[in-house]
């Protein structure tokens, strides 16, 4: 397939999750309530079948997570109060981890040839800075609070 082609597919396809990820979150009506009845309701289950609502509380916070939605930190509330603080933040802390993954491999292999022929300057500038000292330079642009963890995520993806 010609790379227009698949170029123009996959700008359609991000486009149609775009628009139904809008749709959903402009018609969501969460209220304090709401969440203290689902933080209940969870925690009944998890009591029931703990393994089951671990992985899919797991699959739940990497599919926000990748996706780069918000409401990682709600979840991680609602999920302390079901399955206890230590729990909670292993399972957190791997989701996280793989969703961020998931991220920069996305980035790298649909953003990549786009971002480059448009960035290119800026890119040199970031890829020989990690050439310098890979670990150094990732760790002080990851711990740096003036870069968000999605933009982080993103740029991973697009360096070298």
């Known amino acids: 397939m010609p790379q227009a082609v698949q ?3 996959r700008k ?21 309530q709401d969440m203290l009845a689902a933080q209940r309701e969870l925690a009944m289950h998890f009591v029931n079948n703990p393994t089951l609502i671990t992985l899919i509380y797991f699959g739940v916070f990497v599919v926000i997570t990748a996706l780069c939605l918000p409401g990682a930190g709600v979840l991680m509330l ?15 802390t791997a989701a996280s981890a793989l969703g961020a993954l998931l991220t920069m491999l996305f980035a790298r292999h649909f953003f990549r040839s786009s971002v ?30 003036i870069i968000p963890f999605v933009a982080f995520n993103l740029l991973a993806g697009l360096s070298v």
């Open 7 to 9: 170029q123009h597919w």
């Open 116 to 145: 480059e022929a448009r960035f290119a300057d800026k890119l040199d500038e970031i890829n020989k800075g990690i050439d310098k000292n890979e670990v150094a330079y990732l760790l002080s642009l990851r711990l740096a609070p």
């Open 12 to 32: 359609t396809a991000l486009l149609l999750i775009a628009a139904a990820l809008l749709f959903v979150w402009m018609n969501a009506d969460v209220s304090l």
């Open 78 to 92: 609602v999920g302390g109060g079901c399955m206890g603080f230590g729990l909670c933040m292993v399972v957190s």
